[in-house]
């Protein structure tokens, strides 16, 4: 088992993500994409970060690999953000969450091997999985299930 807090990825600007700043805080990991029937979950995901961002740290990383639906370029990716959901959350660097060039960090959110909790797969866009304050996985959250759901909002109420 590895720690979530040793692994390496840069934000959307390509500066690093130090994720040890995250102790102590839910951490709320979304795979996001700008062309996609949930995309309006960034509003949803913008008023968590608002509401609770004292206990949850929303962290978006885009990805191209579901229905070519995150086609854009980082500045584009951040642009189209900003403009239409006015999201100031954390977005990382565009990366894969499933194959031969799945990023460490959904190797660790997938991996039972490495996380220590359960294995999954990434079905589609805005899957969601929580950390918890001290880098478990709690558990994974489908594309359907609402930001503002229950399952997701118990743990920092």
């Known amino acids: 088992m590895t720690s979530i807090y040793d692994i390496k990825i840069n934000s959307l600007q390509g500066q ?28 949803e995901l913008q008023k968590l970060h608002e509401q609770y961002g004292d206990k949850v740290a929303i962290i978006g990383v885009p990805c191209n690999q579901f229905g070519g639906q995150e086609p854009g370029t980082s500045n584009e990716i951040l642009e189209f953000c900003e403009v239409n959901y006015g999201v100031s959350f954390l977005i990382t660097e565009k990366i894969d969450v499933k194959g031969s060039n799945k990023h460490p960090l959904y190797e ?41 759901n229950n399952k997701i909002l118990k743990h920092f109420r």
């Open 16 to 43: 690093p993500i130090d994720l040890n700043a995250f102790k102590g805080k839910h951490i709320l990991f979304v795979n996001v994409a700008s062309k996609c029937g949930f995309t309006p979950q960034y509003k």
């Open 108 to 148: 660790w959110l997938t991996e039972k091997s490495k996380n220590g909790t359960k294995d999954s797969k990434v079905k589609w866009n805005f899957q969601k999985y929580l950390v918890d304050p001290e880098g478990h996985l709690v558990d994974y959250y489908f594309s359907v299930t609402s930001p503002n």
